[in-house]
């Protein structure tokens, strides 16, 4: 993958993604047309005389059809280009180029049965090649060479029923690459290599993932606002709402005013799994809320001031051994590394402890990571370490998914248990500013120092 380039303005473009949308619609709308007529005959009250096995092929018609179309249409912004530099390929703001002068040779596999057809372009390097480029790596295939000369690792790419614009476009721009179009077995196509590719780019995950980060300057005030918890609880209601209105839909389709034998047992008994589960999923949007609910967690020349529910504590800038921001779209997290050993069950805090390795020597393993929230104010907590933390600052760090981990609850509740209930918190740096969070939210108010 490369960036800040991009095909001259004489090149060939091939609309990769929206051509295979386009041809793909007809089987879409028959897909979608076979499953929608077999929920009519499921929701009836006589469905189950149509029998079960049409009307669950049907069903299942109506689902590979909303697949398709999902797939087709996420990748519907792909595109090709040719020019003389060589193929690119597009994926919105992101593209990768294969040069001319890398190839060794270009061409176009087919084969074909009495219903179906499949071409492929075949891009031959004649040296190394990455074979984990993001764009590029599930391109690659290890097959035997045509004839002497041509690798076994190349591109191939799938163009359907598009394959003669490509072929225009490679006599145009590359004739001395072009071997023609040449006959395979059906079975040729072959796969991806993904565990391959997860091997690989696991190994050098650390090399990749810890990619530093750059943040926007930003004008801050006396005080920085690393999290609302309130964000958070609106979040929290907004998906519950959804969750019950289609509940609510789900419950009142399956099950009709009128309805008797086997089939409205069926459809109350769905009805009723999906009652239970939505039942279960709203009980834990509410704990989620609950631990949000007023909770705030703002930043000054003091520190880091953690507020909820009328309690408050503070973690001084001169405790902690070093402060940074991780970042796995779309979560950002503030990382607070202590000097010492801290309270892992404190009151206020012990939800957002981790133990994970330390990005660099010198650094506990043992830190606090806060959400930041809304994910955009990372810039003006970047500036607001900058400012009262300097000599402490790591910068910002790209982390892989799944970084931030989860909360110890099973060892919180343990070590409670052991020592007759939850660890008594530390007092707050400034007994005054433990009041309530209602206080704090009005932005002209700024913690006492």
């Known amino acids: 993958m490369i960036s800040g380039e991009w095909p001259a303005e004489d090149a060939t473009v091939l609309r990769y993604g929206l051509r295979r949308l386009l041809l793909s619609l007809p089987i879409v709308v028959v897909c979608l047309g076979g499953g929608w007529t077999g929920l009519w005959f499921a929701f009836r009250d006589d469905g189950i005389g149509a029998g079960w096995i049409p009307l669950a092929m049907l069903m299942a018609m109506g689902v590979g059809g909303l697949i398709l179309f999902v797939t087709r249409w996420r990748a519907r912004r792909w595109v090709t280009a040719f020019d003389s530099t060589g193929f690119w390929w597009m994926r919105g703001k992101e593209a990768a180029l294969i040069r001319w002068d890398s190839l060794a040779g270009a061409g176009m596999y087919w084969a074909r049965t009495s219903n179906r057809a499949v071409f492929t372009v075949e891009l031959c390097p004649h040296g190394e090649m990455d074979r984990d480029d993001p764009l590029l790596w599930k391109f690659v295939r290890d097959t035997e060479p045509l004839r002497p000369g041509l ?20 006599v145009r721009w590359a004739p001395e690459l072009w071997f023609g179009r040449k006959e395979q077995p059906m079975s040729y196509p072959g796969q991806p290599d993904e565990t391959g590719h997860r091997e690989r780019t696991a190994e050098r995950s650390d090399t990749v993932a810890h990619a530093p980060l750059v943040f926007d300057a930003v004008g801050i005030g006396d005080t920085v606002v690393v999290q609302r918890g309130m964000i958070l609880v609106y979040r929290r209601l907004g998906v519950a709402l959804a969750l019950v209105a289609l509940c609510g839909w789900a419950v009142w389709a399956l099950v009709p005013e009128h309805g008797h034998g086997a089939g409205a047992v069926v459809r109350q008994v769905i009805a009723a799994v999906l009652v239970l589960s939505a039942g279960w999923a709203l009980v834990m949007i509410a704990r989620g809320a609950r631990m949000d609910y007023g909770r705030r967690v703002t930043m000054d020349a003091d520190g880091v001031h953690i507020v909820r529910r009328g309690r408050s504590v503070t973690l001084p800038w001169d405790s902690l051994a070093g402060v940074g921001i991780y970042e796995a779209p779309p979560l950002r997290t503030l990382e607070l590394c202590p000097k010492d050993e801290i309270d892992r069950d404190d009151p206020l805090l012990w939800q957002w402890v981790r133990d994970t390795e330390p990005l660099r020597p010198g650094l506990p393993r ?6 930041i929230w809304p994910a955009g104010g990372r810039h003006a907590v970047a500036a607001g370490c900058r400012r009262w933390a300097p000599h402490i600052w790591f910068g ?28 008594a918190s530390p007092a707050p740096r400034h007994p005054e500013d433990a009041r309530p969070p209602h206080d704090l939210d009005d932005p002209g108010v700024t913690p006492a120092p």
Request: aromatic share 8%; proline share 6%.
């Open 151 to 170: 690798p076994r690792l190349r591109y191939r790419i799938d163009v359907g029923d598009s394959h003669k614009a490509y072929e225009k476009a490679f």
């Open 396 to 423: 910002g760090e790209r982390m892989p998914s799944g970084y931030q981990g989860d909360r110890d609850r099973k060892g919180h509740r343990s070590r409670g248990r052991d020592t007759g209930g939850p660890v």
């Open 366 to 371: 043992l830190r606090h990571r806060v959400s």
